[in-house]
């Protein structure tokens, strides 16, 4: 069986401040990572995922991951947040070739000026 | 255009009636979801129908019965609605890997009195 834990469930930051949302996750067999972000009363959006090849990936607003297999990890980190980034965060994972998004609880992120 | 879209946006209704949720993509998917999120925000799959064909069915209590009339739709009906079920229904599409992005709808807030 898959899980996903996320230790941080609220994470409060200041508006152009480093920021970093940390994912674990147990598996017996190979997984696919993702990180989804829901901005309030919305649907959920793919932020960024890893599937193989480079350990870091990055998304298209500056937000990225590194997978860390010996640490079972996928952390998100962004050096410079803004007030938009306000959202719901959430890590999962797809086991092997299932196509079952198994989540997190999600980390609530929210950005002050 | 909206990618995944879903009907009602909001549904309250009294405890023991029966109701349906509709879902359409436009995505040109083989490969749709029901996830729910409950009041903590916790994400949890239900089912999955890829090409109408019923792949995954979580342990969801035989109250819930998703249809598939084709690739694009994926309805939910509940019948003997409990309090419990109150909750954000989330559909979703992708193509049918573990790799692919699953693209979500805006939600479906059932409120159950």
């Known amino acids: 069986a898959q899980s996903v834990t996320q230790l941080d469930s609220q994470v409060p930051v200041f508006e152009e401040a480093p920021v970093e949302l940390r994912c674990n996750y147990s598996?017996?067999?190979?997984?696919?990572l993702f990180w989804y972000v829901q901005y309030p009363n919305q649907g959920l959006q793919l932020l960024l995922k890893?599937?193989?090849?480079?350990?870091l990936v990055e998304s298209i607003n500056g937000f990225e991951a590194e997978f860390n297999k010996s640490q079972t990890s996928f952390h998100l980190r962004k050096p410079s947040v803004h007030i938009s980034d306000t959202a719901e965060y959430f890590c999962?994972?797809?086991?092997?070739?299932?196509?079952?998004?198994?989540f997190g609880a999600g980390t609530r992120l929210a950005v002050h000026p | 255009d909206t990618a995944v879209s879903q009907t009602p946006k909001y549904l309250v209704t009294q405890m023991g009636n029966d109701k349906s949720i509709k879902c359409e993509q436009n995505?040109?998917?083989?490969?749709m979801y029901w996830y729910k999120q409950d009041s903590k925000k916790f994400l949890k799959i239900m089912f999955s129908?890829?090409?109408?064909?019923?792949?995954i069915n979580e342990t969801v209590p035989n109250r819930f019965s998703p249809k598939s009339p084709d690739k694009a739709h994926l309805n939910l009906h509940i019948n003997s609605l409990e309090l419990g079920d109150s909750a954000v229904y989330f559909c979703?599409?992708?193509?049918?890997?573990?790799?692919?992005?699953?693209?979500f709808g805006p939600g479906t807030r059932l409120l159950v009195l």
């Open positions: 598996s017996s067999v190979s997984v696919y």
């Open positions: 999962a994972v797809t086991p092997g070739g299932y196509n079952k998004l198994i």
């Open positions: 979703a599409s992708s193509q049918f890997s573990g790799t692919e992005t699953q693209y």
């Open positions: 890893y599937l193989s090849g480079s350990t």
């Open positions: 995505l040109g998917h083989d490969t």
């Open positions: 129908y890829n090409n109408k064909e019923l792949i």
